[in-house]
C-alpha cells in the first residue's frame, strides 16, 4: 500500500517524514495556504535539498477566483470567512485539497502518516474519533517522541525551521487567538495587511461585523492595539489559544 505523509511544514512533521525515510514510492505531501512564513517555504526547500527526497506541494484553486490560489481564492468569492465555529479553511484548503491531488496518483486508499507526539495524545484520539475509516498512523506518538526529543533533533542539523514555532500555520490564523496575535503584530505589523484586506472585501457594503474572523474585534483594530503596545514580546514562549487540526 502507497504511504503517504503528511508535511505541514513544521519541525514535527518534518522530524516524523524525515525518520521514516520515504522512498520514491511513496509521497511527501504539503498542503499550501498561501498563509505560511516565507520561512515555512525556504525550510521546505532546505529538506529537499538535503534530505533528498521530493516534497508534493498543492494548493486550493476555484473557478470563480481567477489567478488566485489557497486562502486567497478561497475568501475572494465566499460569503463568509473562516472563524472558530465555521472552520471551512481546514476543510477546503487542507483536506480536500489533499485528496483532490492524491485521488488522480494513488487513488483513495493509502496509509497516511501525521506527525503528532506522545505528548499530545488528545490529537491523536481525536483524529482517530473523526476519521474512523482512514488508515492512519502516527509514528512519533507510536514511539514516545516528545517536543523536548524533536528540539534536540533539529538543533543538531545542518539546517531548521528559522521561526518561533507561533509563527507556524498560517502566520495570523485565528486560532491562535488574540493575545497572540497581538504579539506577532507587534513584531511582523506588515502579516497583517492580507488578513485586514479579506475583513474590507467580506464587509464591503454591510455591517462592520459581518464575515469577520473574531465576532467582537477586527484585525485591524489588533493591529491597531499592537503598534499601541510598541513592545518586543518573546515570540518562542507565545502559545495558540485553541487547537490547531491544520497540520
Known amino acids: 500500500m502507497k504511504r503517504v505523509f503528511n508535511l505541514s511544514g513544521g519541525k514535527t512533521s518534518a522530524y516524523m517524514t524525515i525518520a521514516e525515510k520515504p522512498d520514491p514510492n511513496d509521497i511527501v505531501l504539503f498542503t499550501d495556504t498561501g498563509r505560511e512564513h516565507p520561512l515555512t517555504y525556504k525550510f521546505l526547500d532546505d529538506i529537499e535539498k538535503h534530505e533528498g527526497f521530493k516534497i508534493h506541494r498543492a494548493t486550493y484553486i476555484h473557478h470563480r477566483s481567477p489567478g ?44 497516511q502518516f501525521i506527525g503528532f507526539r506522545y505528548d499530545e495524545p488528545n490529537r491523536v484520539k481525536n483524529y482517530r474519533q473523526t476519521y474512523k475509516h482512514t488508515i492512519t498512523r502516527f509514528p512519533l506518538y507510536e514511539q514516545g517522541v516528545t517536543k523536548e526529543m524533536v528540539n534536540d533533533y533539529w538543533q543538531n542539523k545542518p539546517y531548521t525551521l528559522e521561526i518561533p514555532p507561533i509563527l507556524g500555520n498560517c502566520d495570523l490564523c485565528f486560532l491562535k487567538g488574540k493575545n497572540s496575535i497581538i504579539k506577532i503584530m507587534a513584531q511582523y505589523p ?35 492595539m499592537a503598534l499601541a503596545q510598541q513592545k518586543d514580546f518573546d515570540l518562542e514562549a507565545a502559545l495558540p489559544a485553541y487547537s490547531c487540526t491544520c497540520a
Open 190 to 224: 506588515e502579516l497583517a495587511d492580507k488578513w485586514i484586506e479579506d475583513e474590507r472585501r467580506a464587509n464591503a457594503g454591510r455591517d462592520r461585523r459581518i464575515g469577520n474572523f473574531f465576532p467582537d474585534i477586527t484585525y485591524a483594530e489588533l493591529l491597531e
Open 68 to 111: 488566485k490560489t489557497g486562502f486567497d481564492a478561497l475568501t475572494s468569492w465566499k460569503r463568509f470567512l473562516p472563524n472558530r465555529a465555521r472552520r471551512i479553511c481546514t476543510v477546503e484548503l487542507k483536506i480536500r485539497v489533499a485528496r483532490r491531488y492524491l485521488r488522480p496518483l494513488i487513488g483513495t486508499k493509502f496509509e
